[in-house]
């Protein structure tokens, strides 16, 4: 029984240490995904003429209220790619995901509820990165009320 390798277990392991890997047994392969690379150009983050829209994209009035510190630097691209990732994991049946990241990306997105738990040392790999996990109850249970909307929003455009 042959088994494909994540690019995590090609490029990381090495750096995993000692810790819990009951998800990547034999029988969880199937619930098991790696996002890889969500990464967003710089030309694209800073186009021309989009100061006076510090989302860069245009979202429909909303209840939820945003402070200025909080427009100012929520990374709202990157967490549009995890609300989207989420919700294709979740219609794919996948239970558990790792992600290689920043950490400070990860304490960042914390802050929104999305609660990856970091699994290995920092590595050089593309950066200074670590390998962070998250499963679908940590995902759901953390999840910020003000992001809820949003991830609703997000997840009905991919399903429809």
Do not use: W
């Not at 034999?26 to 006076?52: H, Q």
């Not at 950066?127 to 009905?156: H, S, W």
């Amino acid at each position: 029984n042959h088994q494909l390798k994540l690019p995590f277990e090609v490029n990381c392991l090495a750096s995993l240490g000692a810790v819990d890997l009951d998800f990547l047994a034999n029988d969880s392969r199937t619930s098991l995904g790696e996002l890889s690379r969500l990464a967003v150009p710089a030309t694209f983050r800073r186009r021309a003429g989009e100061g006076s829209n510090p989302y860069g994209i245009f979202l429909p009035e909303s209840q939820v209220e945003f402070s200025i510190e909080e427009i100012r630097y929520f990374p709202f691209i990157a967490v549009a790619l995890y609300m989207a990732s989420a919700s294709i994991s979740l219609s794919l049946g996948i239970k558990y995901v790792v992600v290689m990241m920043e950490p400070r990306l990860a304490k960042h997105l914390s802050r929104y509820g999305i609660c990856f738990k970091q699994i290995s040392q920092v590595i050089d790999y593309h950066g200074e990165r670590a390998l962070f996990y998250i499963d679908n109850p940590t995902l759901i249970a953390n999840f910020k009320p003000e992001l809820e909307e949003f991830f609703q929003f997000v997840d009905n455009q991919l399903n429809n």
